[in-house]
């Protein structure tokens, strides 16, 4: 089946949200951070992001029966203390559509900007067609000024079928020598897959793409790992305990976001280790674009225990442990590494 029109309006919503959260980091101001009631970091540009990318995908696709599947709600931006955030978030979204010129004829309201984020309540499954959202993958790293992802997915029959993932502070060249920066002019990918077709990367203002591979590398002692930039997200002793086993010499590339997948699909590095910290579940957003970019890019990605990452079952990734990713290569060694370390933890504990 072709995705053509589907990629086609992936990558223009994601491109577009991606200008969105260049121009708010740019001018980031305290008042750009809110919190959510899970005390989390949620700025402007997540909420634009998310109306940017609902809005330009039904604009482009209008026959479809629209549902997406995304992290943000207007819950906490419909309370009267927020009106100043909501009408800032409104006017974000107008200039960016203004600037793009294709919906210039759309000037959203304040209420147009609730409903297209709340199109994000959806709560997937294995029937019909869901759009998967994280309008902005990386929060933390976003107000750092490292990486963040728009991470954009198109689940099919509760399979991924399409992956877009746009990393503005990514690098177009290799960040396997441990930096996550660049020099200026140098930054910014779109990494697009979809089902069966391989994985191509593009500069953000430019449309000239390469098809991307993962790493052959075969020999542990050669292979770098990604993990997560920060101790909350992951549990980096295991994930060193892991490596140890491997023979892994490098020291882990730290970084935020779903970008550690586009950085892998384009062998960057080797593999990527992700351990949360015991009761946490993980949502789909935070896996899909990711998954069919190194996916398609000939790449292995499976829960801890080697299973496949399964999508179908609504908005959370019920996995083994944790979640792991490399070639074809190095999975087995990889597989019994994580075994092995997993079972000492147990039992030290």
Request: charged share 25%; aromatic share 6%.
């Amino acid at each position: 089946m072709s995705y053509d029109k589907e990629l086609a309006a992936a990558k223009k919503a994601a491109s577009l949200a991606a200008r969105l959260c260049q121009k708010v980091q740019r001018a980031i101001l305290q008042s750009d951070v809110q919190s959510k009631s899970d005390k989390s970091p949620v700025t402007v540009a997540d909420y634009g992001s998310q109306a940017l990318v609902s809005y330009a995908l039904q604009r482009e696709l209008p026959s479809e029966l629209f549902s997406m599947v995304a992290e943000e709600d207007s819950e906490d931006l419909c309370k009267d203390s927020a009106q100043e955030t909501l009408e800032r978030i409104t006017k974000l979204v107008n200039d960016i559509l203004a600037s793009d010129g294709s919906y210039s004829d759309s000037t959203l309201s304040t209420d147009d900007v609730v409903k297209a984020i709340d199109c994000g309540k959806s709560e997937g499954g294995s029937q019909g067609r869901h759009w998967v959202l994280d309008p902005i993958d990386g929060t933390k790293g976003f107000l750092r000024g490292d990486q963040y992802a728009i991470a954009l997915a198109l689940l099919d029959e509760g399979k991924v079928v399409l992956g877009v993932l746009a990393c503005p502070n990514l690098p177009l060249t290799c960040i396997a020598g441990g930096s996550q920066h660049s020099l200026p002019g140098e930054v910014g990918c779109l990494f697009f897959s979809v089902v069966g077709g391989g994985t191509y990367m593009h500069s953000l203002d430019s449309s000239s793409a390469v098809k991307v591979q993962v790493s052959s590398i075969d020999n542990p002692e050669e292979a770098s790992f990604f993990e997560s930039y920060e101790a909350a997200h992951s549990m980096h002793d295991l994930s060193s305990s892991i490596a140890k086993k491997l023979g892994v010499k490098a020291p882990p590339v730290r970084i935020d976001s779903q970008a550690k997948y586009g950085a892998l699909s384009r062998g960057d590095g080797v593999i990527y280790l992700r351990f949360p910290h015991k009761g946490y579940r993980e949502k789909i957003w935070d896996h899909a674009a990711g998954y069919i970019v190194v996916a398609e890019a000939g790449g292995v990605v499976t829960d801890a225990a080697g299973n496949p990452l399964d999508f179908s079952k609504g908005r959370y990734l019920d996995l083994d442990t944790g979640i792991i990713v490399t070639n074809p290569k190095l999975m087995p060694s990889l597989l019994q590494a994580v075994r092995e370390s997993i079972e000492e933890k147990v039992s030290s504990l």
